[in-house]
């Protein structure tokens, strides 16, 4: 069982930046690929970064490319997304997500667990 717990979101400038943190319980967080997903209203939650237990593969959507970077701390079971150029189009509730399942992960329906969420929105 692992609980997730997002901070950081909140109101920022378009082109201004904002970090993200996704703290997360247990001893086997390596073990974890972990991921940020976003669901803006009335739409579907969408893919945004993965990145494999020890960070060797990271994977982005073709939408934030060059402008959020994941990483993780696993001494610190700690997952994050440094957001920057953000845009009115990136506000969303950001969601922390881990798999233990192997494959492609851009399906918000691999995810074994789930944060509670975080809100971000960006003013024009």
């Known amino acids: 069982q692992v609980q997730l717990v997002e901070s950081g979101g909140g109101l920022v400038q378009a082109g201004g930046s904002l970090s993200l943190s996704c703290a997360a319980s247990g001893r086997t967080f390596s073990t974890y690929r972990m991921g940020w997903f976003r669901q803006a209203p009335g739409k579907e939650r969408e893919f945004v970064s993965s990145?494999?237990?020890?960070?060797?593969?990271?994977n982005y959507a073709d939408s934030v490319k060059g402008r959020f970077a994941i990483s993780r701390d696993n001494a610190k079971n700690t997952l994050y997304l440094q957001m920057n150029s953000l845009k009115p189009d990136d506000t969303a509730v950001y969601y922390c997500a881990a798999t233990q399942r192997i494959g492609d992960w851009k399906d918000p329906s691999g995810s074994d667990y789930w944060g509670q969420g975080t809100q971000v929105t960006v003013s024009s």
């Open positions: 990145i494999s237990g020890y960070g060797r593969l990271i």
